[in-house]
């Protein structure tokens, strides 16, 4: 009775083990309900095989476009979980020249003045702006909408003249920086921070009696800091010597809720601030002076730790007698960006430069607008590491009016997409997010979002020495570059020998997944060229199948007769290459007067087609993601270990 009641817990061990595993290794419900997307033309049901799932019902054809539905049934537990799939036709996939542009008017005030700045968290958009009163005067607002609904808006200042230069926000808190003229030559800088429901919580004044100008609100985990212009002789907290105006930093401790320290730039003449940005825990100043001594601006880069405001670093950013700098933008690896405007020869260039370790500037793109406008750059995003969304205002030349906008997407210093609109009557003023672009007229604000997909490399052309050779393609949706999935994404057979594969692709999106295929054509490679003349002892190296005067070798192979050989290399799909060369030994300096005439009389000592093939396996090697799919062994590890257990514990009670 031991004996069956232990195999009988045995058993069910064994079997409740196995479904544990195969609960814990099964797909989670968020990749399975995730929508897919793929390209017509090929069969993707391997994609739609999940383990611990199995499919109840699909009428899904890859052949033909539609959308289509997959039934899943859960292996432990018989939950059924549904999954949409979209069959799509490269043009509607691919939108490269048909961006979906979506006008969506977010705000209608017919009293609006002017917009400063709108900046999007979550689903709200906060909106900057002036409400025209008396007298030339202005109500300095803050308006927060979400899903259309007006959240609240707030009055910061009544009847004055100023603006919110700058804003951050954090979990529905905002932070603005305003500027505030006074009476008489007098204007003052702010710190206002507002709760979720728009009241005013702390308000810091900066910095004295004279012409103080907000020009930049930065911040990080710890701190704000405060990008300031002044000429005060005094001020409310701190003191300074300067004859002209100069550039202050204010740091003001979150936690603390408290200004800590104090940092200023002065110069021999009157500086202002182009633009500041954080980078590698440094506050990153582009500054522009006219210096009186050589009769020129002056454009320099100051660096100030975020630490110790102490400088780090200052470097001359003056290029051309043309050229002004207009932005700095940062990419997520710290690496710096800044944008020019160049009007040279009577026409504007936009330069693109790339800041090297040493802070020498390379330049990475220009652009001039073909046509007869001129396009002034407005805004510009690092979305990633050399990948750059651009955007211009386009004016006519002649008439000097506005034109439309040109939307750009640059990829290692080439545009891989580009929108241009001539119809629109509306200024764009800039990015809310990288698919999202505020226009303004005198009606209200609008956003336009735009729509698109856009693969770079997904037909190529390569010549395969190594897997580094492969370019993964890359998809950006909606300005945003999305890389490959490598484990999910594979070439049909091994890529060792020229010709046209078919690659299946494989892009991962938080919303969505995308599959798409394309052809890698591998080039021929073959290292003799047609009636060439080569030394003896030669190394023959080639991707293919080949035959050396009819005799079958294999890459790699040594010829060490002087002669004429005939190379026939084959690759996929029968496709051949044949060469005619000639090997002599040039080191006795004798050369070949009629090659017509030379021509191998006996082959070669290696005449043993076993003996003449010397292999070069970094070819055999060559694949790009052969992934083996399946089961991973280690799942079937612990059944096996209890059915082991199971036996000797049989053994042992027998014996």
Same mark, same amino acid.
């Given at each position: 009775?031991?004996?069956?009641m232990?195999?009988?817990i045995l ?16 797909s +989670?419900?968020s ?6 997307i ?15 799932y199995?499919?109840? !019902?699909?009428?899904v ?5 539609? /959308? ?6 859960n ?5 059924v ?18 961006f ?5 008017q977010i705000?209608?005030?017919?009293n ?5 700045m ?12 002036l ?6 005067l202005?109500? /300095?607002k ?10 609240y808006?707030?009055t ?24 505030q003229?006074? !009476? ?7 710190l ?7 009241? &005013?919580?702390?308000?810091k004044r ?5 012409v103080d100008?907000?020009?930049?609100l930065?911040?990080?985990? #710890? ?9 005060s002789s005094n001020s ?5 010597e300067h004859s ?10 979150k936690?603390?809720?408290?200004? +800590?320290?104090f @940092? ?8 202002e601030v182009?633009d500041a ?5 440094? #506050?990153c100043?582009?500054t522009k002076?006219?210096?009186a ?5 002056v454009?320099?880069l ?5 630490e110790t405001?102490?400088q780090?670093? @200052?470097t ?9 700098p207009?932005?700095i ?9 800044i ?6 020869n ?6 693109l ?9 390379d330049?990475?793109?220009?652009y001039?607008?073909?046509k007869?406008? *001129?396009a ?5 995003l ?5 990948q750059?969304?651009?955007l ?11 034109y439309?906008? *040109?939307y750009q ?6 545009? *891989?997409a580009q /929108?241009?609109d001539?119809n629109t009557?509306r ?7 990288s ?13 336009? +979002?735009?729509?698109?997909? /856009?693969?770079?490399?997904l037909n190529? $052309?390569?010549?395969i ?5 492969f ?14 999935? $490598? ?20 892009? %991962?999106?938080p ?7 394309g052809?890698v054509?591998?080039?021929?490679? &073959?290292?003799?060229?047609?009636n060439?003349i080569?030394?003896?002892h030669?190394?023959?190296v ?6 050396l005067?009819n005799?079958k070798?294999m ?6 007769t002087?002669g004429?050989y005939?190379?026939?290399? $084959?690759?996929k799909?029968?496709? %051949?290459?044949?060469v ?5 030994e ?6 070949i007067?009629?090659k ?5 009389t006996?082959t070669?000592?290696k005449?043993?087609? !076993? ?7 970094h070819? @055999?090697?060559?694949y790009?993601?052969q992934?083996e799919?399946g089961k991973?062994?280690?799942?079937l ?10 036996? #000797?514990?049989i ?5």
């Amino acid at each position: 009775m031991k004996k069956i009641m232990i195999l009988f817990i045995l058993v069910f061990n064994l079997l409740f083990t196995s479904n544990f595993f195969i609960k814990i290794q099964a797909s +989670t419900l968020s990749d399975i309900s995730k929508p897919l997307i793929v390209l017509q033309g090929q069969d993707y049901n391997q994609y739609l095989d999940y383990p611990g799932y199995s499919i109840v !019902e699909s009428n899904v054809n890859f052949n033909k476009c539609g /959308i289509y539905l997959v039934k899943y049934e859960n292996d432990f537990n018989k939950k059924v979980i549904e999954k949409r799939v979209y069959v799509k036709s490269y043009e509607e996939l691919l939108k490269e020249k048909n961006f979906n542009e979506q006008y969506k008017q977010i705000l209608e005030d017919e009293n609006l003045s002017s917009v400063q700045m709108v900046k999007k968290d979550k689903d709200s958009y906060y909106i900057s702006l002036l409400e025209k009163t008396d007298n030339e005067l202005y109500n /300095i607002k803050l308006v927060k909408i979400t899903n259309e609904w007006i959240v609240y808006d707030k009055t910061i200042f009544s009847k004055v003249r100023g603006k919110i230069v700058d804003f951050v926000i954090n979990n529905d808190e905002v932070t603005l920086l305003v500027e505030q003229e006074r !009476e008489g030559y007098c204007q003052e800088v702010y710190l206002i921070m507002l709760n979720k429901i728009g009241d &005013i919580v702390n308000i810091k004044r900066y910095i004295g009696d004279g012409v103080d100008k907000a020009k930049k609100l930065l911040e990080d985990d #710890i701190n704000y800091y405060l990008i300031v212009e002044t000429n005060s002789s005094n001020s409310l907290d701190y003191n300074f010597e300067h004859s002209y105006q100069s550039i202050a930093i204010f740091v003001y401790n979150k936690k603390q809720k408290i200004n +800590t320290s104090f @940092q200023y730039i002065t110069g021999k003449n009157n500086m202002e601030v182009i633009d500041a940005s954080i980078v590698d825990n440094q #506050i990153c100043i582009m500054t522009k002076m006219y210096d009186a001594s050589i009769r020129l601006k002056v454009f320099d880069l100051y660096f100030f730790s975020c630490e110790t405001l102490e400088q780090t670093n @200052q470097t001359n950013f003056t290029i051309s007698l043309t050229e002004t700098p207009l932005k700095i933008s940062v990419d997520p690896c710290g690496e710096i960006y800044i944008v020019s405007s160049d009007f040279e020869n009577n026409a504007y260039v936009n330069k693109l430069y790339k800041l090297k370790d040493n802070l020498q500037q390379d330049l990475m793109y220009s652009y001039q607008y073909p046509k007869e406008a *001129v396009a002034h750059l407005v805004d510009f995003l690092v979305v990633d590491s050399d990948q750059i969304i651009m955007l211009y205002n386009l004016v006519h030349q002649q008439q000097n009016n506005l034109y439309g906008y *040109v939307y750009q997407i640059i990829d290692h210093n080439q545009i *891989v997409a580009q /929108i241009e609109d001539f119809n629109t009557e509306r200024y764009v003023n800039g990015f809310i997010q990288s698919n999202e672009l505020l226009f303004i007229d005198d009606n209200g604000i609008y956003v336009n +979002t735009i729509n698109n997909a /856009i693969f770079k490399e997904l037909n190529q $052309e390569v010549m395969i020495t190594s897997c580094k050779d492969f370019v993964s393609p890359i998809l950006f949706v909606n300005g945003q570059k999305i890389n490959i999935d $490598e484990n999910k994404s594979f070439v049909e057979y091994d890529i060792n020998v020229f010709g046209t594969y078919l690659a299946y692709y494989y892009f %991962t999106t938080p919303d969505v997944d995308v599959i798409v295929f394309g052809d890698v054509v591998v080039l021929p490679r &073959i290292n003799v060229n047609q009636n060439e003349i080569y030394d003896n002892h030669f190394d023959l190296v080639f991707n293919g199948d080949a035959f050396l005067n009819n005799y079958k070798i294999m890459s790699g192979y040594t010829i060490t007769t002087p002669g004429k050989y005939n190379l026939i290399v $084959e690759g996929k799909d029968k496709k %051949t290459v044949e060469v005619d060369f000639y090997v002599q030994e040039i080191t006795t300096q004798e050369t070949i007067k009629n090659k017509d005439e030379l021509q191998i009389t006996t082959t070669d000592i290696k005449n043993s087609s !076993e003996d003449c093939i010397r292999i070069n396996n970094h070819l @055999q090697n060559n694949y790009f993601y052969q992934k083996e799919r399946g089961k991973e062994i280690w799942t079937l590890l612990i059944p096996v270990c209890a059915f082991i257990l199971l036996i #000797i514990t049989i053994v042992r009670k027998r014996s």
